[in-house]
């Protein structure tokens, strides 16, 4: 990141642009950094001035606390703002419900993307184990056990206990302690882990719903609900995809959306 804007909270917030044309803000999602979405940034950099960026307390950026959600929102306001004044939004994971709440906020974008949000609406345990979840991550984080806050969130994604004490092992593991905290922000992101038909309803721009086709039925089909519930809103389903998209085939995707007129 080499650049630096400063959120309505005094909060530093860290980015980079590439490409030139419509500005185009790339959000990641949990335990994720700018550089994750980098790869898809260069997709997209030969058609769109496209922006990543450290989300508050991760990477290079700062962070404030008490968190809020609209504090998030806030930052985006501010990259907008350096861009330009208006940026179309694509988000990853929880990082797509921050950008529906940062269209639902009245924020200038004129289109929304987003791939995989992770809505418990059609998965087994759907709320109830979303929020086990925020109970046991918050009791994590309230008594400083970082590591056992990332091992809730890998359990939570479906991975395998063998491959989580792989992980616990591995040189990465003090990476993924020190953004611990921000995993209580994602979880504030994804609300009471419902679909928000309600403030989906509201928006009157654009909304484009991605899922893999190998991905886990439950994350299809809250992709496809999104998309049902915004006025505005369309689903793709894109074949032989995971929830670890490859950015060559997700970006010709993007592309086509953002540019429609």
Do not use: N
């Not at 809505?119 to 979840?133: L, P």
């Not at 369309?234 to 995809?241: K, S």
Request: hydrophobic fraction near 45%.
């Amino acid at each position: 990141m080499d650049k630096e804007t400063i959120s309505r909270d005094g909060t530093p917030i860290a980015y980079q642009r590439t490409g030139e044309g419509p500005a185009v803000v790339l959000i990641s999602g949990a335990m994720s950094t700018g550089a994750t979405v980098a790869p898809l940034a260069a997709v997209l950099a030969d058609r769109f001035d496209v922006v990543v960026y450290d989300r508050r307390g991760r990477g290079a950026s700062g962070d404030t606390v008490p968190y809020t959600v609209a504090r998030e929102v806030e930052d985006l306001a501010a990259l907008i703002e350096a861009v330009g004044g208006e940026a179309s939004l694509y988000g990853m994971s929880s990082g797509g419900a921050l950008a529906l709440e940062a269209a639902a906020s009245g924020l200038p974008v004129p289109r929304v993307a987003l791939y995989e949000p992770p809505y418990a609406d059609f998965a087994d345990g759907g709320v109830k184990d979303r929020a086990r979840y925020t109970e046991q991550l918050t009791r994590a984080l309230a008594e400083g056990r970082r590591g056992d806050a990332v091992e809730l969130f890998l359990r939570l994604t479906g991975m395998e206990p063998e491959m989580i004490a792989g992980a616990r092992q591995s040189p990465m593991w003090a990476e993924l302690e020190a953004i611990a905290p921000s995993l209580a922000y994602d979880d504030a992101v994804m609300g009471d882990g419902l679909v928000p038909r309600e403030r989906l309803a509201a928006l009157s721009v654009p909304v484009l719903a991605v899922a893999g086709a190998e991905s886990p039925a439950w994350a299809r089909e809250a992709a496809r609900a999104v998309a049902e519930a915004a006025p505005q809103g369309t689903y793709r389903v894109l074949e032989g995809q995971t929830h670890m998209v490859d950015p060559q085939v997700l970006g010709p995707v993007l592309a086509e959306f953002f540019t429609a007129g």
